[in-house]
């Protein structure tokens, strides 16, 4: 049996990122614009199949689910890349424009959603850093 966020045996970052995402759970979806509306499919590549993901974007809110829907833009690559993008080892646009990933339909979705993506590990939000560090002023 197969554990949430696993794949093989190996962390499949992901499966864990979108799960996280479609439960609210992604800090930067906060500040997703509310005149944003269309759903993107991710075809994740690997050796032997390609896994199908559906992320829709309806007046703030997100969905993710593997449910057949029509796309508005499409974006496809290998899922090391996409376990990359996943844990902010890697960047969208850099892979983008290295012809690493394709994308088809609508880049102000796509766009969006890059934005959804961590940074790297050590980077924090601006937002987040300007509200905690009036929540330290606060406290003195």
Avoid at 2 to 17: M, N, V
Avoid at 26 to 36: F, G, N
Avoid at 72 to 97: C, M, N, S, W
Avoid at 105 to 114: C, F, K
């Amino acid at each position: 049996m197969q554990q949430k966020g696993r794949r093989d045996g190996i962390e499949d970052a992901i499966t864990d990122f979108l799960e996280r995402l479609g439960r609210n759970e992604i800090p930067a979806a906060e500040y997703l614009p509310r005149r944003v509306r269309g759903t993107i499919r991710l075809d994740l590549e690997s050796d032997s199949k390609t896994d199908h993901w559906f992320i829709t974007l309806d007046k703030g809110k997100i969905r993710v689910s593997r449910d057949d829907h029509q796309p508005d833009a499409v974006i496809r690559g290998p899922r090391p890349l996409f376990d990359g993008l996943a844990t902010g080892e890697k960047q969208f646009f850099a892979l983008f424009f290295r012809n690493k990933m394709i994308v088809e339909g609508s880049l102000g979705l796509v766009d969006i959603l890059a934005q959804l993506f961590p940074g790297p590990p050590s980077a924090h939000h601006p937002r987040d850093f300007v509200r905690k560090t009036r929540e330290r002023s606060r406290e003195k």
